[in-house]
């Protein structure tokens, strides 16, 4: 049997108390995780400063080709993991088998991990916004311009408290260790692959075993990360988007209610968009806060939901070893069926229409012995104060909503990406000042098509780090 231990600075502690991660349809157990608990987190805690004194001794440059070094590991070697050692495929097996995710979307998010750590170096420039990253070592220098810029790193480490749903997540946390900050992981209960799986990689190219910590456990160790760690990184539901909206040390990532919005200009041609719409929703299996939960037009969408049902209704779910297998499983005991209990709670309402029926052979949601499937599912709502018309499930589904454009901006909400289809530059002027869009496409742009160059969900250098005055010299006369 597969044990993992926790880490505790990079040595491995082996607990009393361990938890089976189980494959999700047969119920074999595939590993052994000693779990953590608080105690243990507090104790640890007090050598976090150790974690960026070290990191600050290795110049940026080396963490950057240590990032590249990383990248070829995790893709291509084989590695430790706990008592055993685990290869690529092996990864991508055993995170599917625990997940419910299909083999190839795991990989397809190994590649995304490996495309961030290769392309470091520019995503820090532009993070940065070209600051010499020396500054961030030393905390003060001269930018090319002459002028005097001082930053401060708020904690010498970030926690994560990270998801079991979402492995593409993963790639928000790349950036840490080139920034010469500390990591402090918590893994989610059924996804502690990708946390082991980089940190060895991290490891084995370079990275101080002292620089990172990992601690699987219950939801007090969890709490506990949260509330030591000067700055965090969480993930969940809107209950924990709402739970630290006011604190400054936590940046929430939730659902992201990512939305396609179709200016009057274009929406005559709205065919011309039907790939990108349909791709925003579907792809990875439409479990992605960056994936579409919405499309919105003031006209042609009772046309526009019929084609996206057309074809997406048929989609079912097939072996997770399917190279195309487009559905993941829900492995939470009655998480898929409460969810199909909301959207049939919403259709009941005036207005709201399901069109994907006509083209599903069976029901929307399929039970299994020990997981279940939701299959897509595409909803016509005539007006935008429908419950459906802003909600976001894990899976396949959509809104179409039928909205006059002048008042869209006042009724979409927060929206994590929204890819607007227009080429009207007031209207335009007007989405660049909405304060509730966090990603903005103006142009045929996919929702979950991300240039890694650009912040998300805010900007994680001015996340770890604060701008402030700083003087080595009186200044000029004045």
Not at 97 to 113: L, R, Y
Request: net charge negative; proline share 7%.
């Amino acid at each position: 049997m597969l044990e993992i231990p926790v880490l505790r600075w990079g040595k491995p502690y082996e607990s009393f108390d361990q938890q089976e991660v189980v494959h999700f349809e047969t119920g074999e157990p595939l590993a052994k995780v000693h779990q953590a608990n608080a105690g243990l987190v507090k104790m640890d805690m007090r050598k976090a400063q150790r974690a960026r004194d070290l990191l600050r001794e290795i110049p940026v440059s080396q963490l950057l080709e240590i990032c590249k070094k990383a990248a070829e590991l995790y893709m291509t070697a084989e590695l430790p993991l706990g008592n055993g050692t685990q290869t690529p495929e092996e990864f991508c097996r055993i995170q599917s088998a625990s997940t419910g995710m299909p083999e190839w979307m795991c990989a397809s998010n190994m590649k995304k991990v490996a495309f961030v750590l290769e392309h470091m170096e520019e995503i820090l420039d532009a993070l940065t916004r070209g600051l010499p990253l020396d500054i961030l070592t030393k905390g003060y220098g001269k930018e090319d311009r002459g002028v005097m810029l001082s930053y401060q790193a708020n904690s010498p480490v970030l926690g994560l408290v990270l998801p079991s749903n979402s492995p593409g997540v993963h790639t928000l946390w790349m950036p840490i260790l080139p920034m010469q900050i500390g990591l402090v992981l918590k893994p989610g209960s059924s996804e502690p692959w990708t946390p082991y799986r980089m940190t060895e990689a991290f490891y084995q190219a370079g990275i101080p075993r002292e620089c990172i910590s990992v601690y699987p456990g219950p939801h007090d160790v969890g709490s506990t990360v949260t509330e030591l760690c000067q700055r965090v990184m969480v993930f969940g539901g809107q209950q924990t988007i709402d739970k630290y909206k006011a604190n400054p040390n936590v940046q929430a990532h939730g659902p992201g209610f990512s939305k396609i919005l179709i200016g009057d200009d274009v929406v005559d041609q709205w065919e011309d968009y039907l790939d990108l719409i349909v791709d925003s929703i579907y792809q990875n299996g439409g479990r992605s806060c960056v994936n579409a939960s919405g499309v919105w037009a003031s006209r042609h969408t009772e046309e526009i939901a019929e084609a996206i049902a057309k074809r997406l209704g048929p989609v079912g779910p097939t072996s997770m070893t399917d190279p195309e297998a487009p559905l993941a499983a829900f492995t939470m005991t009655g998480a898929a069926k409460a969810m199909n209990g909301s959207i049939e709670e919403g259709l009941k309402e005036s207005g709201v229409t399901e069109v994907t029926e006509k083209y599903r052979d069976g029901e929307r949601l399929i039970e299994m012995e020990r997981c279940d499937y939701l299959r897509p599912t595409i909803v016509h709502c005539d007006n935008p104060d429908a419950t459906l018309a802003n909600t976001e499930y894990m899976f396949p589904m959509a809104s179409v909503v039928k909205c006059e454009q002048k008042d869209m901006l006042k009724k979409i909400g927060t929206t994590l990406v929204c890819s607007v289809f227009t080429e009207d530059q007031d209207w335009s002027q007007q989405l660049l000042d909405s304060t509730n869009i966090d990603r903005l496409n103006i142009g045929p742009v996919k929702t979950n098509a991300l240039n890694w160059l650009q912040p998300h969900e805010g900007n994680i250098v001015e996340f770890l780090f604060r701008a402030r005055a700083f003087q080595n010299e009186p200044p000029a006369a004045h």
